[in-house]
Nanobody, 122 residues
Framework: QVQLVESGGGLVQPGGSLRLSCAASGIPLDRIAIGWFRRAPGKEREGVSCFSPSDGRSHYADSVKGRFAISRDIAKNMVYLQMNDLRPEDTAVYYC???????????????WGQGIQVTVSS
């Protein structure tokens, strides 16, 4: 059974950093794509970042390129999202998501974590 559990959110000042963690069980992270999405109040859900084993690459939304970095610890079955230079517009609920058995990033994952709040405010 696939289970995704996020942690690491919170309140941070503009320009600050946070690292989100996703504990993934029931999927082999070396073969299945996994990523992060977010939903801000009053806005559509947005894909933030994804790692695709099919091409071995990390993918990012234009809005976070150069500031966010996705990484994986295969041995621990963990996925991370390092978020630097945070801005108020990054405020959202962040979700870890995956769509097995796809090894490429999906825009409509079938499995989601419960979500975690990130608030960027002074």
């Amino acid at each position: 059974q696939v289970q995704l559990v996020e942690s690491g959110g919170g309140l941070v000042q503009p320009g600050g950093s946070l690292r989100l963690s996703c504990a993934a069980s029931g999927i082999p992270l070396d073969r299945i794509a996994i990523g992060w999405f977010r939903r801000a109040p009053g806005k559509e859900r947005e894909g933030v970042s994804c790692f695709s084993p099919s091409d071995g690459r990390s993918h990012y939304a234009d809005s976070v390129k150069g500031r966010f970095a996705i990484s994986r610890d295969i041995a621990k079955n963990m996925v991370y999202l390092q978020m630097n230079d945070l801005r108020p517009e990054d405020t959202a609920v962040y979700y870890c998501a995956t769509d097995p058995p796809k090894a490429y990033c999906s825009g409509s994952p079938s499995y989601w974590g419960q979500g975690i709040q990130v608030t960027v405010s002074s």
